[in-house]
């Protein structure tokens, strides 16, 4: 699930003696988990402050608790702490943050979801765009609607045949068809008028 390596370990524990609280741990989380804005969090977390689901995990001097909506999402997650002549960075890298991990047989909303943010998404940020899924419709449509450069854009009929579509319905064969719900009448920050 969550490494957190002996460096971070030494690093997390000399703040929390710090800290004027006995058996206080540390609390990991993911805000805004599922979205572009995700950011993954470290909080100290003193014995009132525990969310009876967390998940609680011993290491050699403290207690980590992961909150139990975030843990898709810290699936994979790394902590790790590096020493340098300025002192030393903290750093956390949680691959799943803004996705989590899914599989054959995660529900199919998911699955959309994980292959236009992994797949989709960066290509369409090159033109300052994205797409998002809006709802899946009767007879497994995926309706989509597009933002940034591919709203109002003139060629946005062919990204979402010959790009979004093709892409969804090779990585998730049982989606029959992508629809746009997007109002490109708003040609603001369109790519091309």
Not at 48 to 75: N, R, T
Not at 86 to 104: E, R
Not at 112 to 123: A, C, K, M
């Amino acid at each position: 699930m969550v490494t957190v390596t002996e460096s971070a370990q030494d690093y997390l524990k000399a703040l929390i003696d710090k800290q004027d609280a006995g058996d206080m741990g540390v609390r990991m989380f993911v805000a805004q988990p599922g979205t572009k804005t995700a950011e993954t969090c470290l909080a100290y977390c003193k014995p009132d402050e525990i969310v009876a689901d967390d998940k609680k995990i011993e290491l050699k001097s403290f207690i980590l608790y992961l909150e139990q909506k975030s843990l898709p999402f810290l699936e994979e997650a790394l902590v790790d702490y590096a020493s340098d002549k300025m002192g030393g960075q903290l750093t956390i890298k949680a691959p799943n943050a803004k996705v989590p991990k899914v599989s054959d047989d995660s529900p199919l909303d998911e699955r959309i979801n994980y292959v236009l943010i992994t797949e989709v998404n960066p290509g369409l940020a090159s033109h300052g765009g994205d797409v998002s899924l809006v709802e899946v419709i009767e007879d497994n449509i995926a309706v989509l609607r597009f933002g940034g450069g591919c709203q109002g854009c003139s060629a946005v009929s062919i990204t979402l045949k010959e790009g979004v579509e093709k892409t969804l319905i090779e990585r998730i064969p049982e989606l029959t068809a992508v629809k746009d719900a997007t109002d490109h009448t708003v040609t603001d920050n369109a790519y091309f008028n």
